[in-house]
């Protein structure tokens, strides 16, 4: 059975830094593209980004180049999504979320998604 | 990058009826288009992909249809268990995005 897990939830001040994680299993890790999607609080799903772990190969949303890391551990079978210095704005659900398509189709834009982490919350206050 | 227009915002709907929502992309997008369930509380599940394709497990009363620019859901006779937040998303090329999402209340 496929699965992603998602660390718990974190409550940060401004300027701090922190790194959250999916862990997946059922399947073969380094073969399946994982992204990133925030949902701010009573708002929609924005894509953020996401990454090949075979290759750590990255892809960025604009709207998020240079605001956050995206990064992958295979040898742990996990992606990760890290703030070197988190803002209140950045306060949102934040989902993990997996491409069943090939490297090559995803390389392009053109996968789809099909499994989701449960998500994992991160209020940003001072 | 490209616009996702989906419409209604929301709708209030009974039980056993029939439900359509359309989703407009700015601009050609083939079929590389996506949709999802998201329930109060909890992830998004992945419903439709590649404009018509049913994902594993989700039921044949949810359809899709479409190319180009314009498609839609379809919810045959909904059920207490769809009352939901439904997004169309477009994977044609980065970066990805996602309708503002339709609400489906219970009338």
């Known amino acids: 059975e496929v699965q992603l897990v998602q660390s718990g939830a974190e409550v940060k001040k401004p300027g701090e830094s922190l790194k959250i994680s999916c862990k997946g299993s059922g399947y073969s890790f380094t073969s399946y593209w994982i992204g990133w999607v925030r949902q701010m609080p009573g708002k929609g799903l924005e894509w953020m980004g996401i990454?090949?772990?075979?290759?750590?190969?990255?892809r960025y949303s604009p709207s998020f180049q240079g605001q956050v890391t995206i990064s992958a551990d295979k040898s742990i079978s996990t992606a990760y999504l890290q703030w070197s210095s988190l803002k209140a704005s950045d306060t949102a659900m934040y989902y993990c979320a997996r491409s069943p398509d090939s490297k090559e189709y995803c390389s392009g834009g053109s996968c789809s998604i099909d499994y989701w982490g449960q998500g994992t919350l991160v209020t940003v206050s001072s | 990058d490209i616009q996702m227009t989906q419409s209604p915002s929301s709708l209030s709907a009974s039980v056993g009826d029939r439900v359509t929502i359309t989703c407009r992309a700015s601009q050609g997008i083939s079929n590389y288009l996506a949709w999802f369930q998201q329930k109060p509380g909890k992830a998004p599940k992945s419903l439709i992909y590649?404009?018509?394709s049913l994902q594993s497990g989700v039921p044949s009363k949810f359809s899709g249809s479409g190319s180009g620019t314009d498609f839609t859901l379809t919810i045959s006779s909904l059920q207490p268990e769809d009352f939901a937040t439904y997004y169309c998303q477009q994977y044609n090329s980065y970066p990805w995005t996602f309708g503002q999402g339709t609400k489906v209340e219970i009338k």
């Open positions: 990454i090949y772990p075979g290759d750590s190969d990255t």
């Open positions: 590649a404009a018509s």
